[in-house]
């Protein structure tokens, strides 16, 4: 096997990673975990001891934003110029998983070294975002 070098890449010029297909099953996994994530929140998750109503509150816009953004890549699976955008999709998908991720970590368990990383997420979500525009 021959090790990749610039004669010969990871990816072949012209492919790319980012399908229809694979923009699709990411946001039914980030719809499927919104709902999940919200119907624990409104059920289980108020008692356990140490929730406050900030961490309800900080539950709710992970699972909207989980959602918001798994419809987002529904459309976007079925976009003709959109369903293949090397940046726009990746950077939502990764960025609401890491956003809301975050979030549910930290109301779970308390660790507070995904505090600063809950920005990460979103920034790499508008960007996404803003990439539509071009």
Same mark, same amino acid.
């Given at each position: 096997? @021959? ?15 980012? $399908?229809?297909?694979?923009? %699709?099953?990411?946001? @039914?996994? &980030?719809? =499927? ?5 919200? =119907? ?16 309800? *509150? @900080? %539950? ?5 934003? @989980?959602?918001?953004?798994? &419809?987002?890549?529904?459309?976007l699976s079925m976009h003709p110029r959109f369903s293949t955008h090397k940046f726009a999709g990746p950077a939502i998908a990764g960025?609401?998983?890491?956003? *809301?991720? *975050?979030?549910? =970590?930290?109301?779970? %368990? ?7 990383? $809950?920005? #990460?997420?979103? #920034?790499?979500?508008? =960007? ?7």
């Amino acid at each position: 096997m @021959a090790f990749p070098n610039s004669s010969t890449p990871l990816l072949p010029r012209g492919s790319t990673f980012v $399908t229809p297909s694979l923009l %699709w099953k990411s946001g @039914a996994i &980030l719809v =499927a975990t919104g709902m999940i994530a919200g =119907a624990f929140g409104s059920h289980a998750l108020k008692r356990r001891p140490g929730i406050t109503p900030e961490s309800l *509150s @900080a %539950w709710g816009t992970a699972s909207h934003y @989980a959602i918001f953004n798994g &419809l987002t890549l529904f459309v976007l699976s079925m976009h003709p110029r959109f369903s293949t955008h090397k940046f726009a999709g990746p950077a939502i998908a990764g960025g609401g998983f890491v956003f *809301s991720g *975050s979030i549910i =970590a930290l109301v779970l %368990w308390k660790l507070k070294f995904f505090g600063p990383i $809950t920005p #990460m997420g979103g #920034m790499a979500m508008i =960007a996404g975002y803003i990439s539509l525009v071009f």
